[in-house]
T-cell receptor, first 115, second 117 residues
């Protein structure tokens, strides 16, 4: 089974609107971390936000928030007030406590912000 | 504070040639990862090291690929002989080690764009 599933190959959003990028994960480890990365057309991978499995509150970083629903094993990224510069690929990733080091990445979602 | 450094940034070579990609992780990071990214296959983990020791190389596509980490500040990924299907962007990433895991993110280098003609 896939550890990380991103079901939206491509998404469009109007500038200044909010958008949600979906991510579901699969693990039996009670201790894990969830991460979102942004990859603009220039190619670099930029860390955006992190959520720990024991965190009680959803993580927020500026316009980014992570909608963490533990029972559903989902970790959706919400981008508020979209900007043209948000157009990029977005990857969800997980790191498990037992294995410790390996990161599992999803296939990514391509977001296009429309002016 | 310097991030993960990769060299070269671009490499164009001919089929059959040896290619060596280099990576300097962030100082103090104990874990190092090599990834390959293509349009067809997405982001693939090739190998990762913890404290300079290879932990999992199951993602290395075949014997033509090898990776080393002789010390905490340097790693290489070598392809010998190279083939056109090896054309991809190769990323190196580092992360603080097991202490604090799984709560430490990976920091990626800028990548090496490899083209094998």
């Amino acid at each position: 089974a896939q550890k990380i599933t991103q079901t939206q190959p491509g998404m469009f959003v109007q500038e200044k609107e909010a958008v949600t990028l979906d991510c579901t994960y699969d693990t039996s480890d009670p201790s894990y971390g969830l991460f979102w990365y942004k990859q603009p057309s220039s190619g670099e991978m930029i860390f955006l936000i992190y959520q720990g499995s024991y965190d009680q509150q959803n993580a927020t970083e500026g316009r980014y928030s992570l909608n963490f629903q533990k029972a559903r094993k989902s970790a959706n990224l919400v981008i508020s007030a979209s900007q043209l510069g948000d157009s990029a690929m977005y990857f969800c990733a997980m790191r498990e406590g037992n294995t410790g080091n390996q990161f599992y990445f999803g296939t990514g979602t391509s977001l296009t912000v429309i002016p | 504070d310097a991030g993960v450094i990769q060299s070269p940034r671009h490499e164009v070579t001919e089929m059959g040639q040896e290619v060596t990609l280099r990576c300097k992780p962030i100082s103090g990071h104990n874990s190092l990862f090599w990834y390959r990214q293509t349009m067809m296959r997405g982001l693939e983990l090739l190998i990762y090291f913890n404290n300079n020791v290879p932990i999992d190389d199951s993602g290395m596509p075949e014997d033509r690929f090898s990776a080393k980490m002789p010390n905490a500040s340097f790693s290489t990924l070598k392809i010998q002989p190279s083939e056109p299907r090896d054309s991809a962007v190769y990323f190196c990433a580092s992360s603080p080690g097991l202490a604090g895991a799984p709560y430490n993110e990976q920091f990626f280098g800028p990548g090496t764009r490899l083209t094998v003609l």
